[in-house]
């Protein structure tokens, strides 16, 4: 089975992984992460789960102010993922990235409205009007989670079309006492301007042709069937799977998901931060379940495979030295989600005894919490965005309030349970192998 896998299976997964435009979304979608995060404190500060302290907030204007914040970071994460993706594709290909990303920027901006048609009337906001319209404006709905698969579209174009003018020499040459700042502005503005005025052309294609624009058309037909998608039992499956069954084989599963998912599983976040600004969260008013939220801290928390309850059976209930002093290592680490101690010194990988628990953890503990929410006993996620190192326990607090926490906690009791008489399976083997070798010596 291992040579099968590996022989088979795995070289055209990885090859494919591997691909530039693979490797660019993977890479460009780092770049958004920081403002995610910084966006995420703000959304937290603006949207306090203690009412009375919320709205005192809010009376002094610091609500606003924290809101406002989380829009100008959070908010405009496909702006950044635009570039990012450009960015990483251009720089892996040897050449400066930065105009390639600022390309993109402009791009994605040039792709929507510039026109709100529906007006929300300032003495009665629950009404809308399309009486009236704003128009020469930058319409920030586009810039966040709404935007994302344009994101996607155009920066893999930039970065592909970009690199390929600039490989056959389809650039303007500078002498060499130009200084490189300079040289490199007037090397972009063939391809740039070539890529700006392609898309023009699609733009107007849109605009005139079918009445629409770019970004509007592809959040309707290719994104939210995507979203829904990703927001569903199966997609749990397949990510709770995925990861783990390529970290037994030594492979960073969570980073191979993440790269693929994540820009979905953001966007969900963001349309679910957007209901909580309006206390709106609920799963009646188009809430989504499956989020960022949703991996990081009920699929992958304490890290791949949910070990803690490994750990925990290392501590309290080894018997052979190498799992007691490698509990001893892992606890630590496991506290901040880092596993790998335990993944590659037990080991889990390659272990058949180890697997059954590393990839069942991940699937009980998805499909129970999508339950959950499902039926309203537990609230959507917020739409905050923690750093995946956040300790458990905390980090269910900060993404969906006390009762995600509790719900984190008594998951993390049962993994201890799934593991426990695996563990000790292998345990005895290890014992065993320990007292056979003391005996020889």
């Known amino acids: 089975m291992n040579g099968f896998i590996n022989e088979k299976i795995l070289p055209p997964m990885l090859k494919f992984l591997n691909t530039r435009p693979m490797a660019s979304l993977k890479n460009g979608m780092i770049y958004p992460l920081p403002f995610v995060i910084i966006g995420s404190i703000f959304l937290?500060?603006?949207?306090?789960?203690?009412?009375?302290?919320?709205?005192?907030?809010?009376?002094?204007?610091?609500?606003?102010?924290f809101l406002q914040i989380n829009n100008a970071s959070f908010g405009i994460m496909a702006l950044i993922a635009a570039f990012g993706i450009a960015y990483s594709w251009v720089k892996e290909e040897g050449y400066e990235g930065a105009s390639a990303g600022l390309t993109a920027i402009?791009?994605?901006?040039?792709?929507?409205?510039?026109?709100?048609?529906?007006?929300?009337?300032?003495a009665d906001p629950t009404q809308v009007s399309d009486a009236w319209q704003v128009s020469g404006i930058i319409n920030r709905t586009w810039l966040g989670g709404q935007g994302m698969i344009l994101s996607i579209i155009v920066g893999l174009t930039v970065g592909w079309l970009y690199t390929a003018m600039l490989r056959k020499n389809i650039t303007i040459k500078m002498p060499e006492q130009v200084p490189s700042n300079v040289a490199d502005s007037f090397t972009a503005l063939i391809p740039s301007g070539f890529l700006i005025a392609l898309f023009?052309?699609?733009?107007?294609?849109?605009?005139?042709?079918?009445?629409?624009?770019?970004?509007?058309?592809?959040?309707?037909?290719?994104?939210?069937?995507?979203?829904?998608?990703?927001?569903?039992?199966?997609?749990?499956?397949?990510?709770?799977?995925?990861?783990?069954?390529?970290w037994w084989f030594g492979v960073h599963g969570t980073s191979i998901v993440s790269g693929i998912f994540g820009p979905l599983l953001l966007a969900n976040g963001e349309e679910n931060a957007a209901l909580a600004k309006a206390g709106?969260?609920?799963?009646?008013?188009?809430?989504?379940?499956?989020?960022?939220?949703?991996?990081?801290?009920?699929?992958?928390?304490?890290?791949?495979?949910?070990?803690?309850?490994?750990?925990?059976?290392?501590?309290?209930?080894?018997?052979?030295?190498?799992?007691?002093?490698?509990?001893?290592?892992?606890?630590?680490?496991?506290?901040f989600n880092i596993n790998e101690p335990i993944v590659f010194g037990l080991p889990i990988?390659?272990?058949?005894?180890?697997?059954?628990?590393?990839?069942?953890?991940?699937?009980?503990?998805?499909?129970?919490?999508?339950?959950?929410?499902?039926?309203?006993?537990?609230?959507?996620?917020?739409?905050?965005?923690?750093?995946?190192?956040?300790?458990?326990?905390?980090s269910g607090f900060l993404v969906g309030g006390w009762k995600t926490a509790l719900w984190q906690a008594i998951m993390l009791v049962v993994t201890v349970f799934i593991y426990w008489p695996f563990a000790k399976k292998y345990d005895n083997i290890l014992f065993e192998q320990e007292a056979e070798a003391k005996n020889e010596n």
């Open 280 to 335: 709106e969260l609920t799963i009646e008013n188009g809430a989504n379940i499956v989020t960022a939220a949703f991996l990081d801290q009920f699929m992958t928390v304490t890290g791949a495979g949910m070990t803690i309850g490994l750990v925990i059976f290392l501590l309290v209930g080894a018997k052979s030295a190498q799992a007691k002093s490698l509990g001893k290592m892992s606890a630590g680490p496991a506290l």
């Open 349 to 394: 990988v390659l272990n058949p005894i180890l697997a059954i628990p590393f990839m069942l953890t991940p699937l009980i503990s998805g499909v129970l919490l999508y339950i959950l929410i499902s039926v309203g006993i537990l609230p959507p996620f917020n739409g905050a965005y923690v750093p995946w190192t956040t300790p458990p326990i905390i």
């Open 44 to 65: 937290i500060l603006g949207q306090l789960p203690i009412p009375a302290a919320q709205e005192y907030l809010f009376s002094i204007g610091l609500g606003q102010l």
């Open 200 to 246: 023009g052309v699609l733009h107007g294609i849109f605009t005139i042709g079918f009445n629409t624009t770019m970004v509007e058309w592809v959040y309707k037909m290719i994104q939210i069937p995507l979203q829904n998608m990703v927001d569903s039992p199966a997609a749990i499956f397949i990510m709770g799977f995925t990861g783990v069954f390529l």
């Open 106 to 122: 402009i791009i994605h901006i040039l792709m929507q409205p510039d026109v709100i048609k529906n007006v929300v009337s300032i």
